[in-house]
């Protein structure tokens, strides 16, 4: 019932930003909250941030805090992740996934119910 798409990847140098988008569709995207996961070369899938589809409030895993921030546009159905000061190592597949609204915030890939088909974001030194 959610169909999500992701755009905005590429490269770019270490210091540099990208902002990715993930376009949202389907009647119950709002009951959802929308994560954004990355896969490095080498590297199990780990969450990167999450946002409450309804009230917008944001969860981020240590390593992006600071300088990663997710928003969301309800109008458009879309979530963005602005990434800052990338790094080398935030070289990954990006992907957007939608899972259910939980008393807690889901950081596990299993915990999503629908994936993007993923975007790739390459930092170079």
């Known amino acids: 019932q959610v169909q999500l798409v992701e755009s905005g990847g590429g490269l770019v140098q270490a210091g540099g930003s990208l902002r990715l988008s993930c376009a949202a569709s389907?009647?119950?995207?709002?009951?959802?909250?929308l994560g954004w996961f990355r896969q490095g070369p080498g590297k199990e899938r780990e969450f990167v941030a999450a946002?409450?589809?309804?009230?917008?409030?944001?969860y981020y895993a240590e390593s992006v805090k600071g300088r990663f921030t997710i928003s969301r546009d309800n109008g458009k159905n879309t979530v963005y992740l602005q990434m800052n000061s990338l790094k080398p190592e935030d070289t990954a597949v990006y992907y957007c996934?939608?899972?259910?609204?939980?008393?807690?915030?889901?950081?596990?890939?299993?915990?999503?119910?629908?994936w993007g088909q993923g975007t790739q974001v390459t930092v170079s030194s």
């Open positions: 996934a939608a899972a259910r609204r939980g008393p807690v915030w889901r950081t596990g890939p299993g915990q999503y119910d629908y």
């Open positions: 389907g009647r119950t995207v709002s009951t959802y909250m």
């Open positions: 946002i409450g589809w309804t009230d917008g409030i944001a």
